[in-house]
């Protein structure tokens, strides 16, 4: 067997290992999503990670050179997957399914410059949620926005996170109204896609490299520069008589008038901007679009502010169609795991919080043997109720050791046990870190019998704390 040379062994570019503290981040991301996807009556979905390759083709406009292409298998020419939805799409099209509100969490391919950074990879996961079916208008595209927000609640983003939406129709309209050719809409709309990566003379130009009159790009950029609350714009678009005429435009402005009506049932009509200037580069999108951004102030930016959109997506009402099966209008939503992670463990080392291990570390207190024994029956007790408990694996572990050892692995309580107290029938409960001076610094004594209750509602009110419904220890 040939011996791997040293300096090869490294992952690919773009791509991670995941393991320990990270892990229970990104699955309290995936807790955070599916939880919300199944309370809107969510259906999972797996689909293979790679498909077809016709099947991917044509779908992602500029974005499609960024697939992963496979050397022939046997005959068949296959891609990697890019994102969800298209596999999503291609399910409905096999499938005699009229309505399904499905999800899917699962990773997927890009053939991107990497930024781990700013949790731009190559290999990374999405969460998506769509709605497929025939609905009245605007109603499963509210209840996706309102997803959004509970996403984001959980994960305690939600003040600092910003909806932008826009619909094709509006954005199509002004492109037309503006004297963009229809052949060419798609394509400008990707260069206005980057205007929140590039200067808008760096947009300019690329709008004129594509074959735009000068004074039709400057039209596009002033429309471009609006954003605020659904009604602002609306009243802008309405009083502007050649925007107004547009029949494209007047379809989007009722659409829109109506989703507000219905983010204001949902009271989230405050959490969403309209803004003009999202586009959203992919060629399937048909109706309302949007992307979640971090939004945060001069003083906080950091690393956070530099992870672009960290959920995106919108209404594509004509790609079921586009495998030859009948036309399934679909709306759906895909947050960036791994973009989320990325702010989620910068906030965990900023604010020094600590990632939660198990949930109980056994201790022992001098004693014969360690309490060897004594230790595996209370951790024996503790799994049996539902919890997560360790211990060291000497024989007689000296006890700074096992305080390090809970103390590196994030263990928020410990049980420590001693001779004297067994015999009394009773454990000491300590919750971890507390600050000198504290009460409840040393830890308490307690009747072994309620050892798993007490260590439950002792957890409880960690979770609590963290999530800011109690005051934080002193």
């Known amino acids: 067997m040939e011996k791997t040379d040293k300096s090869s062994v490294k992952v690919p570019k773009g791509t991670r290992d995941w393991v320990g503290a ?53 005959g068949e020419d296959l891609a990697l997957r890019y994102d969800l939805t298209v596999p999503f799409a291609r399910w409905l099209a096999m499938n005699s399914v009229q309505q399904i509100k499905r999800y899917h969490i699962a990773k ?76 060419k809409i798609r394509t400008i709309s990707s260069a206005v896609d980057k205007l929140d990566k590039l200067s808008r003379e760096e947009v300019k130009k690329e709008m004129l490299e594509k074959g735009l009159e000068g004074s039709v790009a400057d039209e596009i950029l002033e429309w471009t520069k609006y954003n605020g609350d659904i009604p602002k714009i609306l009243d802008l678009l309405k009083n502007d ?52 951004v971090i939004e945060l102030t001069a003083k906080d930016r950091s690393a956070e502010t530099r992870v672009g959109s960290i959920a995106a997506g919108g209404r594509y009402d004509n790609l079921v169609g586009m495998y030859g099966r009948k036309q399934i209008p679909c709306i759906g939503i895909s947050f960036g795991v791994d973009r989320i992670f ?26 014969k043997n360690g309490l060897l024994p004594e230790r595996m029956e209370i951790a024996r007790t503790l799994w049996d109720a539902g919890l997560s408990a360790e211990f060291s694996p000497k024989v007689k572990p000296r006890l700074p050791q096992q305080f390090k050892a809970a103390e590196t692995g ?10 004297d107290e067994l015999k009394a029938g009773k454990v000491k409960v300590k919750v971890m870190g507390l600050p000198e001076g504290h009460p409840d610094k040393e830890g308490n004594l307690i009747e072994k019998a309620n050892l798993a209750a007490e260590c439950k509602r002792l957890l409880a009110e960690d979770a609590r704390r963290i999530n800011g419904e109690l005051p934080t220890s002193n």
């Open 22 to 74: 990270d892990i229970k981040i990104r699955d309290r991301i995936f807790q955070a999503a599916s939880g919300a996807f199944t309370r809107h009556g969510g259906v999972a979905l797996d689909t293979p990670v790679f498909e077809l390759k016709s099947i991917l083709s044509g779908k992602y406009g500029e974005d499609s050179k960024l697939i992963y292409e496979l050397a022939d298998q046997g």
């Open 108 to 183: 997927v391919y890009r053939r991107d410059q990497p930024a781990i950074a700013r949790g731009r990879m190559r290999e990374f996961y999405q969460c998506d949620f769509d709605i497929a079916g025939e609905y009245d208008p605007m109603i499963p595209d509210a209840e996706i926005l309102r997803i959004v927000y509970e996403v984001f609640s959980s994960l305690g983003l939600a003040k600092d996170v910003t909806v932008k939406i826009n619909h094709r129709k509006i954005l199509d309209g002004l492109f037309a109204v503006a004297g963009v050719p229809d052949d």
């Open 241 to 292: 008589e050649k925007m107004f005429a547009n029949e494209k435009i007047k379809k989007g402005i009722e659409e829109m008038s109506l989703l507000h009506t219905y983010l204001d049932a949902f009271r989230i009509a405050d959490q969403v901007s309209f803004d003009l200037a999202l586009a959203r580069g992919l060629d399937y999108y048909t109706g309302l679009i949007y992307e979640a």
């Open 342 to 367: 990325t702010i989620l463990k910068a906030r965990h080392e900023k604010e020094k919080q600590r990632v939660r291990g198990s949930d109980v570390y056994v201790m022992a207190f001098g004693g």
């Open 410 to 419: 994030g263990v928020p309580l410990a049980v420590i046990i001693g001779e």
